[in-house]
């Protein structure tokens, strides 16, 4: 790898840290090409990447960075989990360490705040951006459709009344 390849390298981890609502860092050591494929898959579902790159790359990148904390982090074999939803990755990676012991979570990050391996587990227990976005919507939905239910029980209301009123007469 040259210096313009390490340099574009650099730049696009830069980019990763920056845009990226939680980072995880984890060993992947004894992983094989088929359950590292599994992974990106899985992360890739949830909408979130998996990167492996070279430890001091990393470390450079994360230079100036919100989630600068995570370079202690980056030694032996790392591979980088991350997503734009603060939530899916560290669920893909918690529920995947799971299912395969070789997969070792580190810790990570979440905008400034550094994560240790219980606070990346804490995090993927947290609802995801779509489960909170369809709770306020349920929430702002609930009251607007009780508001017509009410305002639609009076005529129905009057409607039950007067036939009854109307029967009444028919049969007198």
């Not at 060993?27 to 494929?37: D, F, S």
């Not at 951006?129 to 017509?148: D, Y």
Request: glycine fraction near 8%.
């Amino acid at each position: 790898m040259d210096r313009a390849q390490k340099e574009k390298l650099v730049d696009e981890l830069g980019q990763i840290f920056e845009s990226s609502g939680v980072v995880v860092v984890s060993h992947y050591a004894g992983l094989t090409v088929a359950e590292m494929q599994d992974l990106r898959s899985r992360m890739r579902e949830a909408g979130g990447s998996v990167r492996v790159a070279k430890n001091k790359l990393a470390k450079i990148a994360l230079e100036g960075k919100p989630c600068e904390s995570i370079a202690e982090y980056l030694t032996g074999m790392t591979v980088l989990s991350y997503s734009e939803d603060p939530v899916a990755a560290a669920k893909v990676v918690v529920d995947y360490a799971k299912e395969n012991e070789k997969l070792v979570i580190l810790g990570g990050s979440m905008g400034e705040t550094a994560l240790d391996p219980a606070g990346v587990t804490a995090v993927s227990k947290m609802p995801s951006r779509e489960e909170l976005i369809a709770s306020i919507v349920g929430c702002i939905g609930a009251p607007a459709s009780n508001i017509a239910g009410a305002i639609g029980a009076p005529a129905s209301n009057i409607a039950s009344i007067l036939s009854t009123i109307e029967e009444k007469a028919e049969a007198a």
